[in-house]
């Protein structure tokens, strides 16, 4: 049985990390795998499955050509959106019976639209939800582009009776608990939970000792990641702060000397390599994300976290209680206790910390593995996809 991937939204290095994962995962259960994309992400997902080890799994892909609109900006986006809902649909129009199509990006413009045409071809799909469902519990204005994704979702979701061949996967146990509200009784049985699946390569690398201790961000950071507060906590700590990866809504760099900004050109997204050497230069990784924020999406930067073997210092909201089963760092109620905690183990420096920390974090990587997470997706789609009791290996 073939399956067939169809991303009609990324760029570049967009999602490029949970795309490779979905990828190898297809290719763990099915043994091959068709994958559309734009020739950019289908040079980021090559990179970085060579990387990981996988280039092996590359030759069992059979790679077709999508076009993406590049246009960035609000207006740009809604254009992506707009061209990639109309590419999406010929594509299932053009798949084959038989076929396991998935559609790794839950596009609010697309689902309409698929929802409509598969009540007359019957194709088994799998879609996979991500940020876009925060925006169901936004109140953005109807004239807004998010008002009306929104307006799409809330009522696919609850009020439409979705096609029984669609079935949707979002990214976390705690994600599908505070989805439930926006399901409709018919609705809710099509969709189910795994991890968030990531990429673990061997025992990481102790950070070198400085002079002082190292703290940051990692991935883009923008108002709801907490922006606003991590600039004013770095003036009320003793230690540089480093931002890894671009700012959304901000570009008034120079007003905040004490914040090192580490980002592509014009803002932009920077190499993986870079990003992952800028990370491990870190002591902890600092999340201050809104707690009320995250509820229906996950957060890849929490595995860049893992995956390089750095403690984190967060403020408690679902996602990260999620995640964080076992203690990796420090959950704090409010930005002044995290910035007294930093100021403590600044003043404590090289102190080093807890092992336990690295001890946890050695058993989340098995667990978000993505050997384990395919696992998981092989049991949840087993009533689905009857050919999975069989796993190709």
Same mark, same amino acid.
């Given at each position: 049985?073939?399956?067939?991937?169809?991303?009609?939204?990324?760029?570049?290095?967009?999602?490029?990390?949970?795309? $490779?994962?979905?990828?190898?995962?297809?290719?763990?259960?099915?043994?091959?795998?068709?994958?559309?994309?734009?020739?950019?992400?289908?040079?980021?997902?090559?990179?970085?499955?060579?990387?990981?080890?996988?280039? $092996?799994?590359?030759?069992?892909?059979?790679?077709?050509?999508?076009?993406?609109?590049?246009?960035?900006?609000?207006?740009?986006?809604?254009?992506?959106?707009?061209?990639?809902?109309?590419?999406?649909?010929?594509?299932?129009?053009?798949?084959?019976?038989?076929?396991?199509?998935?559609?790794?990006?839950?596009?609010?413009?697309?689902?309409?639209?698929?929802?409509?045409?598969?009540?007359?071809?019957?194709?088994?799909?799998?879609?996979?939800?991500?940020?876009?469902?925060?925006?169901? /519990?936004?109140?953005?204005?109807?004239?807004?582009?998010?008002?009306?994704?929104?307006?799409?979702?809330?009522?696919?979701?609850?009020?439409?009776?979705?096609?029984?061949?669609?079935?949707?996967?979002?990214?976390?146990?705690?994600?599908?608990?505070?989805?439930?509200?926006?399901?409709? +009784?018919?609705?809710?049985?099509?969709?189910?939970?795994?991890?968030?699946?990531?990429?673990?390569?061997?025992?990481?690398?102790?950070?070198?000792?400085?002079?002082?201790?190292?703290?940051?961000?990692?991935?883009?950071?923008?108002?709801?990641?907490?922006?606003?507060?991590?600039?004013?906590?770095?003036?009320?700590?003793?230690?540089?702060?480093?931002?890894?990866?671009?700012?959304?809504?901000?570009?008034?760099?120079?007003?905040?000397?004490?914040?090192?900004?580490?980002?592509?050109?014009?803002?932009?997204?920077?190499?993986?390599?870079?990003?992952?050497? +800028?990370? $491990?230069?870190?002591?902890?990784?600092?999340?201050?994300?809104?707690?009320?924020?995250?509820?229906?999406?996950?957060?890849?930067?929490?595995?860049?976290?893992?995956?390089?073997?750095?403690?984190?210092? /967060?403020?408690?909201?679902?996602?990260?209680?999620?995640?964080?089963?076992?203690?990796?760092?420090?959950?704090?109620?409010?930005?002044?206790?995290?910035?007294?905690?930093?100021?403590?183990?600044?003043?404590?420096?090289? $102190?080093?910390?807890?092992?336990?920390?690295?001890?946890?974090?050695?058993?989340?990587?098995?667990?978000?593995?993505?050997?384990?997470?395919?696992?998981?997706?092989?049991?949840?789609?087993?009533?689905?996809?009857?050919?999975?009791?069989?796993?190709?290996?």
């Amino acid at each position: 049985m073939q399956v067939r991937i169809i991303d009609t939204v990324a760029r570049d290095s967009f999602h490029e990390v949970f795309n $490779a994962a979905l990828l190898v995962m297809c290719l763990r259960l099915f043994g091959r795998a068709e994958y559309h994309c734009h020739p950019s992400q289908r040079r980021c997902l090559e990179r970085l499955l060579e990387r990981h080890g996988y280039a $092996a799994d590359v030759s069992r892909v059979a790679f077709r050509r999508v076009r993406v609109v590049r246009r960035e900006g609000p207006t740009g986006w809604v254009c992506r959106y707009a061209a990639a809902a109309l590419r999406s649909g010929w594509r299932l129009v053009r798949s084959r019976p038989g076929e396991l199509v998935v559609f790794n990006y839950n596009n609010p413009l697309a689902l309409p639209l698929l929802d409509l045409l598969n009540g007359f071809l019957h194709r088994r799909v799998l879609i996979v939800c991500h940020g876009e469902l925060e925006l169901l /519990t936004g109140r953005s204005p109807w004239w807004r582009a998010s008002g009306w994704f929104a307006r799409i979702l809330r009522r696919a979701f609850g009020r439409t009776r979705l096609d029984r061949n669609l079935r949707f996967c979002v990214l976390g146990k705690s994600i599908l608990r505070n989805l439930r509200p926006y399901l409709s +009784e018919a609705n809710a049985p099509l969709f189910f939970a795994i991890d968030h699946p990531g990429f673990f390569e061997g025992e990481p690398a102790e950070p070198l000792p400085h002079d002082t201790l190292r703290v940051g961000t990692v991935g883009q950071l923008t108002p709801a990641k907490g922006l606003y507060r991590i600039l004013r906590l770095s003036r009320q700590i003793p230690v540089p702060l480093t931002v890894v990866g671009r700012t959304y809504g901000f570009c008034d760099h120079a007003r905040w000397p004490e914040v090192r900004f580490v980002a592509g050109p014009e803002n932009g997204f920077i190499p993986r390599e870079r990003f992952e050497r +800028e990370t $491990a230069a870190l002591d902890y990784i600092l999340f201050a994300y809104d707690p009320g924020s995250y509820r229906l999406t996950a957060s890849g930067a929490i595995l860049d976290a893992l995956n390089l073997g750095r403690p984190v210092i /967060t403020l408690r909201n679902d996602c990260f209680d999620d995640v964080l089963r076992l203690p990796v760092g420090y959950v704090v109620a409010d930005m002044e206790e995290m910035a007294a905690l930093i100021r403590r183990l600044a003043a404590e420096y090289p $102190a080093g910390t807890d092992p336990q920390f690295a001890r946890n974090i050695a058993l989340l990587r098995r667990e978000f593995a993505v050997e384990t997470v395919a696992e998981r997706l092989r049991e949840a789609l087993e009533s689905f996809v009857p050919e999975l009791k069989n796993p190709q290996r």
